[in-house]
């Protein structure tokens, strides 16, 4: 099986296992937990397919490839004087089940993967440097993210329970995308490019949190008023220092 589609796969029944846990449910109603549990393992491989393809493309854009892999990372684990490097830990399986667990069901973590990308020589001729720029970089990272809010702020237009939960689905891939840890999409935006990260940062975040709120079109409005004003007030605050 190919090495992509076995990470969304996997990364799919683990957002499956996210979206649907309700410890009342699994033990009063199963048949009903598992019912969920399919549900969002299709809507989650749905969002995950368009994350992927939507890195790809612009990715192809400024000349180079991408790969999604699931999210992994290294760790040190030192006492005393004894150290043993545990690598290549599972991040994107451990923390999202890890939070759904301890939260019984009431946060949903849904980073389970990275993004890796590869520059394609032969498309980048014509351009000034053969090596990605910081922000070049940045726009892949943040390209996938921004996708999953608007597909949600669209959904919300339309009322219909299942695409209630397809929302819900790619707020959350957004906002835990965003989060500036190692190895995640935000890491790479915040680091290559503070005004973009802090502009979608705010952007996403605000629109997720309005979706429960107001309609669509509100939504989309008053978040991205606000996402302007934060970046606003950041070169404001970077160039009266």
Request: net charge positive.
């Amino acid at each position: 099986m190919d090495e992509e589609l076995r990470t969304i796969l996997v990364s799919a029944v683990i957002l499956g296992f996210v979206f649907s846990f309700d410890e009342i449910t699994i033990l009063s109603a199963p048949l009903v937990f598992i019912g969920n549990l399919i549900k969002f393992f299709i809507l989650s491989l749905i969002a995950l397919f368009i994350h992927n393809k939507v890195q790809k493309y612009y990715a192809l854009k400024v000349g180079a490839t991408t790969k999604i892999s699931l999210w992994k990372s290294r760790l040190t684990f030192r006492f005393f004087y004894f150290e043993k490097k545990l690598t290549n830990l599972p991040y994107g399986v451990i923390y999202p089940v890890l939070v759904t667990l301890l939260s019984r069901g009431q946060i949903f973590f849904a980073a389970t993967t990275t993004t890796e990308e590869k520059v394609v020589p032969a498309y980048r001729l014509g351009r000034r440097y053969l090596k990605l720029a910081g922000f070049e970089r940045a726009k892949i990272a943040v390209i996938a993210p921004l996708t999953h809010i608007i597909i949600a702020i669209i959904l919300r237009l339309i009322d219909i329970p299942i695409l209630n939960d397809f929302a819900l689905v790619n707020s959350m891939m957004a906002i835990s995308a965003m989060l500036p840890l190692p190895g995640l999409l935000g890491s790479t935006v915040f680091f290559e490019s503070k005004p973009l990260y802090i502009f979608s940062a705010v952007f996403i975040l605000i629109s997720a949190l309005l979706l429960n709120f107001l309609t669509g079109i509100s939504t989309l409005i008053v978040a991205a008023i606000l996402a302007v004003a934060a970046l606003l007030t950041y070169f404001w605050r970077f160039y009266t220092k």
